[in-house]
């Protein structure tokens, strides 16, 4: 282990660079991650969210769902319920952990108001076309949509 060359404090990130390497990133003063690169972390993140958002149609294609000749509206309901208990068990860790409840955010509300019609499209569209090419237009619409938008905030790309 070498001698620590740089630190790089901001609001709420500690970053501790040794000899160009990212050997400590601190989020807050419990977590502490070691030996883990930025983006490292964020190419987890991204798989693991992908996996996460590219099964989810698949539940609606699953026999039981299918037997119920359920309403997509109605699924939307039954799948926002889950994630509004989600969050809410999310919010009792935060405060278990003695951190703020939740940060109140306009592009919370923003992101909320587009789920739900995107999911209520989502499933509506995977009985018609499949949960295949209901995965591979969902993923390239949003990267292109999100890549456009990040255009028009100042956003760059990161290499």
Not at 121 to 134: D, H, K, S
Request: a negative charge.
């Amino acid at each position: 282990s070498g001698t620590t060359v740089a630190q790089a404090p901001t609001d709420d990130l500690d970053l501790q660079v040794t000899y160009g390497h990212v050997i400590a990133l601190q989020c807050d003063p419990e977590v502490t991650m070691t030996g883990v690169t930025p983006d490292t972390v964020a190419f987890l993140y991204s798989v693991i969210g992908s996996f996460c958002m590219g099964s989810y149609p698949v539940t609606i294609k699953t026999p039981a769902v299918l037997k119920l000749d359920m309403h997509p509206m109605a699924f939307q309901c039954y799948k926002s319920f889950w994630v509004f208990v989600l969050g809410f068990g999310f919010i009792a860790l935060n405060l278990l952990r003695g951190l703020p409840a939740y940060v109140f955010t306009y592009w919370g509300m923003a992101g909320s108001a587009a789920w739900i019609p995107s999911g209520l499209c989502t499933i509506m569209a995977v009985p018609r076309i499949g949960v295949g090419m209901t995965a591979v237009l969902n993923t390239g619409t949003s990267a292109a949509f999100q890549f456009i938008v990040g255009q028009f905030v100042g956003e760059t790309m990161k290499l």
